[in-house]
């Protein structure tokens, strides 16, 4: 643990300057930051509420003027005191580091982190003397004893907001929603696609962890990020014109042939990043088309095809190619691909196999009874033209998460004369979106909470209906969360044509088998190293679904763009370096740097735009989209709502910290 | 809370009651606190806080120190103690303004906005002694943007208020301005990099009515004007638009709307003009011109016909909907038609050398610039319109020139060919002018007798699109008008028309909003957006009902015109002389991911 030996962290000041260091206290609360990385103490640690020395000699005027020389870089420039105060204290910080000026300078300092600490717009230019502030309140005398010139240190410095860190993928939410502000949309999507191709698809079916991190619900509503970016992505639709394989920077060497098993979210991520990154790379699908779980397993309501498609094309505008027709474990195995002369693989085969609810008399070949994804597949079919079918009579789909709700209501337009959903818990806990149990129920879904199924009811050999019984929540456990439990004698048959059992998905088991050299962990998914997404095999990767159970599209991308950066370290270095952003990161984290916030000032309360939607009663009976992209307008009204929640971090450390992959 | 449920708040000292609704700067507005602002404009709804200038100390109840807060965007809350003028607060504002003058061009003396500039009036508040960060270096980076003839960007004199850029978007729906780089290099530019003549700007110049400083100004003319006046070899013929003669009594301290034609004309005689001519005449034959084409177009089936005086208007369609042109009216602009006119039936009347005529154009629009050099407008370089000159400019020239307004012996038009105007001229600077002006000649050429009922208050409402079905007899009949004035309304018209589901037969455009009296070239106003724009209307209505002659066919000068020159109204000869063409500009710009990419800024870069 490390040793503070002088510092303040939110107004709380430590000075132990006048103890050896055998006599300091290891502060308990500190997390990770004795070392950077390997063999690289961390020196000095500053933050948006304050800042920690644990080394003496640090220089701290130099600690402060490569803090202010990044929050002068991340200054948007709207605000007078962040535009002006953060340049011309770096430069009087710089001009004190290097010797050229003296103690007289440390008024216009005093007076302009003031001036930015009360008055700057945002939270960056707010906090970005804050450190600086507290210096000089506490430890004046520190500063004004160092004389420049002063030795060059190292160290690194990381800016990031509540949202960012929230968000999977690490998209910068606040500056995408800034060059909305700034009035170019196609700069926000350029922002959006350093992280993943697929943004119009995110800007539809997102489950945003960076609204429920959205500090401007201390005031409101959070920023509606998701509808942001689908108005981002709308707004440009023609990818083809944005990729070629012109944008390609440099090539790397055509032996290093990559394939990447799996077309979905992961698949086509870590395909559109190694494609960018030089790499030939050949994606292996087992469907007809690209999308994955994108394609097929969210109805065209809520993903119009033609979307997602426009957004897998990109990788073969830079050249991929998609292989498709070609399973995993039925047409070739993962040793197959190293003798086709893939040099590395990365397997993203999803979690295509339905989870069976486990009641008596379950049979899945029972006619009208059907996985949730099943039954998605089948809709799909039926949209796509290839394979029309209707239901009919009522249907009761079983389970709480958002396929139970895509279940539901792509029944609704496939026919049935009634949809019931069955839970059996109640609609709080529900993990299904919001949005979507709100969709639902509009369009006239009936809910059943605190309800399971018992036993499966046939007929004639096809499905008649079902046993249900009532639940009972249980009393709080020790983490305060209740259980249920069924109530004895509540069992009861339910009639209906059709069951829908869409309680979870895992690994299809005949995709890996013993021949591939390939762990499975204890839930049936491919055992992997959360820092590399590195498989027991060398040279295999795997991310998404497949490796992590079934997830949101958002994590899936994230890995696919994680396992590119791995594989290209894998293939450059034969080994995944140090990143050290992520580094950063777990810092933060860990030591919750971005937790313990509130919103100080009054602010105007606005609330959100919602997207135009189509009536439910007349989109309960068709495919078309039901929500449409927002007017430019209310993207302009919409980003002016973020509050732009940017910290800045810098850590000092003893050795220079290594470069890691980009 | 104080009782019966009602909410107060205090300002410096004294009670305010609130109603939870206002901003700290709505609320000591209203009981009369001042606080200096430079970034707010409440007249379109404007408050970036970006200047932070205007700083209040307030107190939540039960807070044990005050916080600094902007006042133009912070909730006055139940309770909270609002003070405006204590030592912190004004210590920070002077800070404040003496950092935008950091990276300001302090260069007062050269600056177009010297004397009258919101950035002077707040250094002279806060009571600013020096300028302690003042870099030339810095300044000297800014972009001054001199591609277009209309408007000039100066960036080092650009504060970052961003009115600018809520006007283009937010009322007027052109979305051309954008911010450009991060940081001490952030600026207000124009989308895709482009220069402003090249790019999607209209030139309309409302960005230039609101901009606090001389950021925003006009292309300033009058040197060429000067140039002309003292040429002796040069014989100078002045026109104003009808909106000037309502829109420079604030210059002499008149109130706004007062008719000054006479002072504009004495002004002019003073300054050296040798012919002296009216917008308004022009704008009669533009009447008969247009009015003519119209009627020829809905016996052919065609509509809806859209009118073409608006040069901003000619820029937004041939530049953004380039499928609109054909609907276009093809009559020239009253400006151009003067210009026109003037180079060619007034020589002839007067036995000049039509070599030596320069045709002066006094205008409350910066677009009449753009529109003076559209290459239909210059013939064999000759120009029809030789200068523009905006209200403002005109203001300037009057103090260059040691001219005093109110001590001028008022004057009247004396040039017997092309100085007498109708009511129906008069009322061309205003929305629903054209419209209401096109009505009364097209019903007396349809019917062989004047409409009853001159004034059609139907025409006369304020909304930025009005619709009405107006009554024209003959063979026509009733006829499907529109007028819209600000180009926000303009573009849901023309879409509408594009999309099939709007059915009009003759639509007016004035791209300002208010139409010519509050057009980009006229007086600015501080801290205030088109506060004139409806006493100057009501003017130009009076002007109209004093007039004999209400009708532009009734114009005296307009029939000798025609008899001795022109014939009738869309002859060949008119049709060569007096009628023009569009053209498609629609800018189509394509970039590739690494193109936007290479442009980013401010996010960790993955390629």
């Given at each position: 643990m490390a040793r503070v030996v002088y510092g303040v962290w939110d107004g709380i000041v430590q000075d132990n300057r006048g103890k050896r260091l055998f006599e300091m206290a290891e502060a308990p609360d500190l997390k990770g930051l004795d070392t950077f990385n390997e063999g690289n103490p961390i020196q000095a640690f500053f933050g948006d509420r304050g800042f920690f020395v644990f080394d003496r000699r640090v220089s701290l005027i130099d600690a402060l003027w490569r803090y202010m020389a990044r929050a002068a870089e991340e200054s948007c420039g709207k605000c007078t005191p962040c535009r002006m105060g953060t340049a011309l204290i770096r430069d009087a910080l710089e001009a004190l580091r290097k010797g050229e000026a003296g103690e007289e300078r440390w008024a216009e300092i005093e007076a302009l982190g003031e001036q930015l600490r009360a008055s700057a717009l945002c939270g960056l230019g707010r906090n970005s003397a804050s450190a600086l502030m507290a210096a000089l309140t506490h430890f004046r005398d520190v500063l004004l004893a160092e004389r420049g010139p002063l030795p060059e240190q190292h160290g690194m410095t990381y800016t990031t907001a509540p949202c960012i860190e929230a968000c999977p993928s690490k998209v910068n939410v606040p500056r995408y929603i800034d060059y909305i502000k700034d009035g170019e949309p196609t700069h926000s999507l350029g922002v959006i696609l350093q992280k993943y191709p697929m943004a119009a698809t995110c800007g539809r079916v997102c489950v945003r962890f960076c609204e429920m991190a959205c500090r401007r619900n201390l005031v409101d509503e959070a920023v509606g990020i998701k509808t942001l970016k689908r108005f981002i992505a709308d707004h440009q639709r023609s990818r083809s014109t944005m990729f070629t394989r012109d944008v390609i920077a440099a090539a790397q060497p055509s032996d290093l042939r990559v394939a990447v098993v799996g077309a979905g979210p992961a698949g086509v991520s870590c395909a559109y990043h190694l494609l960018l990154k030089g790499y030939p790379v050949d994606v292996l699908e087992a469907l007809d088309e690209a999308g994955g779980m994108a394609a097929t397993g969210i109805p065209a309501y809520r993903l119009p095809k033609d979307v997602l498609k426009s957004e897998t094309d990109i990788i073969q505008a830079l050249g991929g190619r998609f292989l498709y027709g070609r399973r995993l474990g039925r047409d070739f195995t993962v040793s197959d691909l190293f003798a086709e002369g893939y040099k590395a693989a990365f397997l993203a085969v999803g979690c295509a196999q339905g989870s069976r609810l486990g009641v008596e008399d379950e049979d899945p070949s029972l006619p009208g009874y059907l996985s949730g994804i099943d039954f998605l597949l089948m809709v799909h079919d039926h949209v796509a033209g290839t394979r029309p079918t209707r239901l009919s009579g009522e249907v009761v789909v079983v389970g709480g998460g958002n396929v139970a709700m895509d279940c539901v209501r792509s029944a609704l337009r496939m026919g049935a004369s009634a949809v019931h959903l069955v839970y059996r818990r109640t609609r709080e806990d529900m993990p299904a979106d919001r949005e979507e149990i709100k969709a639902a129920e509009e369009e006239g879904v009936i809910f059943h909470y605190l309800t399971n199924p018992a036993r499966i009811v046939a007929r004639d050999g096809r499905l008649a209906g079902v046993v249900l019984v009532d639940m009972r929540q249980t009393e709080p456990d020790g983490r305060g969360r209740r259980g249920v439990q069924p109530v004895a004698g509540s069992e009861r048959v339910f009639e209906c044509s059709t069951l829908i059992a869409a309680i979870g998905q895992q690994v299809d088991r005949g995709t890996i088998g013993p021949e591939d050299g390939i762990a499975m962990d204890k839930w049936g998914c491919i055992a992997v190293d959360p820092t590399t997404l590195a498989t027991s095999r060398g040279g295999v990767f795997a991310g998404g679904d497949c490796a992590s159970g079934p997830s949101t599209l958002i994590h899936a991308m994230a890995n696919g763009l994680k396992a590119a950066r791995s594989i290209d370290d894998y293939l450059n270095f034969g080994r995944v370096r140090f990143f050290p952003r992520s580094r950063m990161r777990q810092i933060l984290n860990e030591n919750k740097m971005l937790a313990a916030d509130c919103v100080e000032v009054p602010t105007m309360h606005e609330y959100r735009v919602h997207h135009p939607e189509l009536d439910p009663e007349v989109r309960k009976q068709m495919f078309e989209e039901v929500e449409q992209t927002i007017t430019a307008a209310e993207a302009y009204r919409e980003a002016n709502r973020c509050l732009r929640c940017y910290r800045v971090y810098s850590v000092i450390t003893e050795q220079p910290i290594p470069a890691g992959c980009a | 809370m104080t009782s019966g449920g009602t909410m107060e708040a205090t300002i410096n000292g004294k009670p305010v009651r609130i109603d939870g609704t206002e901003t700290i700067l709505e609320a000591a507005r209203r009981s009369g606190h001042h606080i200096p602002t430079l970034c707010e404009l409440s007249d379109i709804d404007?408050?970036?806080?970006?200047?932070?200038?205007?700083?209040?100390?307030?107190?939540?109840?039960?807070?044990?120190?005050?916080?600094?807060?902007?006042?133009?965007?912070?909730?006055?809350?139940?309770?909270?103690?609002?003070?405006?003028?204590?030592?912190?607060?004004?210590?920070?504002?002077?800070?404040?303004?003496?950092?935008?003058?950091?990276?300001?061009?302090?260069?007062?003396?050269?600056?177009?906005?010297?004397?009258?500039?919101?950035?002077?009036?707040?250094?002279?508040?806060?009571?600013?002694?020096?300028?302690?960060?003042?870099?030339?270096?810095?300044?000297?980076?800014?972009?001054?943007?001199?591609?277009?003839?209309?408007?000039?960007?100066?960036?080092?004199?650009?504060?970052?208020?961003?009115?600018?850029?809520?006007?283009?978007?937010?009322?007027?729906?052109?979305?051309?301005?954008?911010?450009?780089?991060?940081?001490?290099?952030?600026?207000?530019?124009?989308?895709?990099?482009?220069?402003?003549?090249?790019?999607?700007?209209?030139?309309?110049?409302?960005?230039?009515?609101?901009?606090?400083?001389?950021?925003?100004?006009?292309?300033?003319?009058?040197?060429?004007?000067?140039?002309?006046?003292?040429?002796?070899?040069?014989?100078?013929?002045?026109?104003?638009?009808?909106?000037?003669?309502?829109?420079?009594?604030?210059?002499?301290?008149?109130?706004?709307?007062?008719?000054?034609?006479?002072?504009?004309?004495?002004?002019?005689?003073?300054?050296?003009?040798?012919?002296?001519?009216?917008?308004?005449?022009?704008?009669?034959?533009?009447?008969?011109?247009?009015?003519?084409?119209?009627?020829?177009?809905?016996?052919?089936?065609?509509?809806?016909?859209?009118?073409?005086?608006?040069?901003?208007?000619?820029?937004?369609?041939?530049?953004?909907?380039?499928?609109?042109?054909?609907?276009?009216?093809?009559?020239?602009?009253?400006?151009?038609?003067?210009?026109?006119?003037?180079?060619?039936?007034?020589?002839?009347?007067?036995?000049?050398?039509?070599?030596?005529?320069?045709?002066?154009?006094?205008?409350?629009?910066?677009?009449?610039?753009?529109?003076?050099?559209?290459?239909?407008?210059?013939?064999?370089?000759?120009?029809?319109?030789?200068?523009?000159?905006?209200?403002?400019?005109?203001?300037?020239?009057?103090?260059?020139?040691?001219?005093?307004?109110?001590?001028?012996?008022?004057?009247?038009?004396?040039?017997?060919?092309?100085?007498?105007?109708?009511?129906?001229?008069?009322?061309?600077?205003?929305?629903?002018?054209?419209?209401?002006?096109?009505?009364?000649?097209?019903?007396?050429?349809?019917?062989?007798?004047?409409?009853?009922?001159?004034?059609?208050?139907?025409?006369?409402?304020?909304?930025?699109?009005?619709?009405?079905?107006?009554?024209?007899?003959?063979?026509?009949?009733?006829?499907?008008?529109?007028?819209?004035?600000?180009?926000?309304?303009?573009?849901?018209?023309?879409?509408?028309?594009?999309?099939?589901?709007?059915?009009?037969?003759?639509?007016?455009?004035?791209?300002?909003?208010?139409?010519?009296?509050?057009?980009?070239?006229?007086?600015?106003?501080?801290?205030?957006?088109?506060?004139?724009?409806?006493?100057?209307?009501?003017?130009?209505?009076?002007?109209?009902?004093?007039?004999?002659?209400?009708?532009?066919?009734?114009?005296?000068?307009?029939?000798?015109?025609?008899?001795?020159?022109?014939?009738?109204?869309?002859?060949?000869?008119?049709?060569?002389?007096?009628?023009?063409?569009?053209?498609?500009?629609?800018?189509?710009?394509?970039?590739?991911?690494?193109?936007?990419?290479?442009?980013?800024?401010?996010?960790?870069?993955?390629?």
């Open positions: - | 404007h408050a970036p806080g970006t200047c932070r200038v205007c700083l209040v100390e307030a107190k939540r109840p039960g807070q044990a120190e005050a916080m600094v807060l902007t006042a133009c965007n912070t909730p006055i809350e139940d309770g909270m103690e609002v003070r405006t003028r204590t030592r912190k607060v004004r210590e920070m504002q002077r800070l404040q303004v003496e950092l935008l003058l950091a990276d300001h061009d302090r260069d007062c003396a050269t600056c177009i906005r010297h004397g009258d500039c919101e950035l002077q009036d707040a250094a002279r508040f806060v009571g600013l002694a020096q300028s302690r960060f003042h870099d030339t270096g810095r300044v000297n980076r800014r972009l001054v943007d001199r591609s277009s003839p209309a408007i000039i960007r100066d960036m080092k004199k650009c504060i970052r208020c961003f009115r600018c850029v809520t006007i283009c978007r937010e009322e007027q729906g052109i979305d051309a301005l954008v911010t450009v780089g991060t940081g001490m290099e952030t600026a207000i530019g124009l989308r895709n990099g482009l220069a402003q003549a090249a790019s999607d700007c209209v030139t309309c110049g409302q960005c230039v009515m609101v901009c606090p400083t001389g950021a925003l100004g006009e292309k300033d003319d009058t040197e060429t004007v000067v140039d002309f006046l003292y040429d002796p070899e040069i014989v100078t013929v002045f026109q104003f638009a009808p909106a000037i003669r309502v829109g420079f009594g604030e210059e002499f301290g008149l109130p706004p709307g007062t008719n000054v034609e006479p002072q504009v004309i004495a002004a002019l005689r003073a300054l050296g003009a040798d012919v002296v001519l009216d917008t308004n005449f022009a704008a009669d034959v533009v009447v008969m011109e247009e009015g003519t084409e119209l009627l020829g177009r809905l016996r052919e089936g065609r509509r809806p016909t859209f009118t073409s005086c608006c040069p901003a208007w000619i820029n937004f369609a041939e530049k953004h909907y380039p499928a609109i042109l054909p609907y276009l009216s093809s009559t020239k602009s009253p400006q151009q038609t003067l210009g026109t006119i003037a180079k060619s039936y007034l020589p002839e009347k007067m036995g000049i050398d039509p070599a030596r005529i320069r045709v002066i154009s006094i205008m409350p629009c910066t677009a009449k610039k753009d529109e003076a050099v559209r290459p239909q407008f210059i013939h064999d370089g000759v120009p029809e319109v030789d200068v523009v000159i905006t209200i403002r400019e005109f203001a300037r020239l009057l103090r260059r020139e040691g001219i005093d307004l109110a001590k001028l012996e008022p004057s009247a038009f004396d040039n017997p060919y092309m100085s007498e105007y109708s009511g129906a001229g008069a009322i061309f600077g205003t929305t629903g002018g054209v419209m209401e002006a096109a009505v009364r000649t097209m019903h007396y050429l349809l019917n062989g007798r004047e409409l009853e009922g001159i004034e059609a208050t139907a025409l006369r409402g304020f909304e930025s699109v009005r619709t009405a079905e107006v009554a024209l007899g003959g063979d026509i009949g009733t006829v499907r008008v529109a007028m819209c004035h600000g180009l926000k309304g303009t573009r849901e018209v023309v879409e509408a028309v594009l999309a099939g589901t709007a059915q009009f037969d003759f639509i007016e455009v004035m791209a300002c909003p208010g139409g010519c009296v509050d057009g980009g070239g006229h007086l600015r106003s501080k801290k205030a957006y088109v506060p004139h724009a409806r006493k100057r209307r009501e003017a130009l209505y009076g002007i109209d009902r004093k007039k004999t002659a209400r009708q532009s066919h009734n114009n005296a000068q307009v029939q000798k015109l025609y008899r001795d020159y022109l014939d009738r109204p869309c002859s060949d000869k008119a049709h060569h002389l007096l009628h023009t063409s569009y053209a498609a500009r629609e800018r189509v710009v394509t970039r590739t991911i690494r193109d936007i990419w290479r442009e980013i800024t401010m996010s960790t870069m993955v390629y």
